[in-house]
């Protein structure tokens, strides 16, 4: 399958409202209603920010990821990363990392960092007390279920910490970066 990585702009109405409608069906606790996604989406295509999507050679749109600019340029956050449903594990996540890497590249990023919460169990780092040793929980995580930070790791990324309870109690936050230089 070919696929062609392209800038989402305000014009890709559509678009624009199937990534929204995508992020209530995979994430319905951050965005539990369609205008509170579409907000996030147009906020996407801000001036600090990337927002690129995936599609087919008939124009079906298979993944879009996103970045946010911060400390001055330096650092970007991947946000978000979705591929569509029955799409995934074909190389599609990696397409479109690999493409945001080439993009914060050229805007002169050194790190790219994500945040990747565990807010369904799915790891050895939730639903624990991660004080006082967060360090040697970190060391030894295991994935539980299916977690994306080891989709991360396959793309070059390490984990660099932890915020605990960042979505509750036993709800971390795995933070991960990569260097780009």
Not at 8 to 15: M, P, R, S, V, Y
Not at 16 to 43: G, K, M, S, Y
Request: net charge negative; with cysteine.
């Amino acid at each position: 399958m070919d696929i062609k990585i392209n800038n989402l702009t305000a014009a890709d109405k559509e678009i624009i409202q199937q990534l929204a409608q995508w992020l209530t069906e995979l994430w319905p606790n951050a965005w539990p209603h369609l205008d509170v996604a579409l907000q996030e989406v147009q906020a996407s295509l801000g001036v600090d920010r990337i927002s690129r999507v995936a599609v087919d050679d008939r124009g079906t749109v298979l993944g879009w990821i996103g970045a946010i600019e911060q400390y001055d340029g330096n650092v970007w956050e991947l946000h978000p990363l979705v591929v569509k449903a029955g799409f995934r594990r074909q190389g599609i996540g990696r397409s479109l990392v690999n493409d945001l890497e080439a993009e914060v590249r050229k805007r002169g990023a050194i790190t790219l960092w994500v945040g990747t919460d565990d807010e369904e169990n799915q790891t050895t780092l939730s639903n624990v007390n991660l004080y006082p040793n967060i360090g040697e929980h970190i060391a030894k995580i295991r994935n539980l279920r299916c977690h994306p930070y080891e989709f991360y790791q396959k793309v070059g990324f390490a984990i660099v910490g932890v915020m605990p309870d960042a979505n509750g109690l036993g709800k971390p936050d795995i933070f991960m970066a990569k260097r780009l230089r």
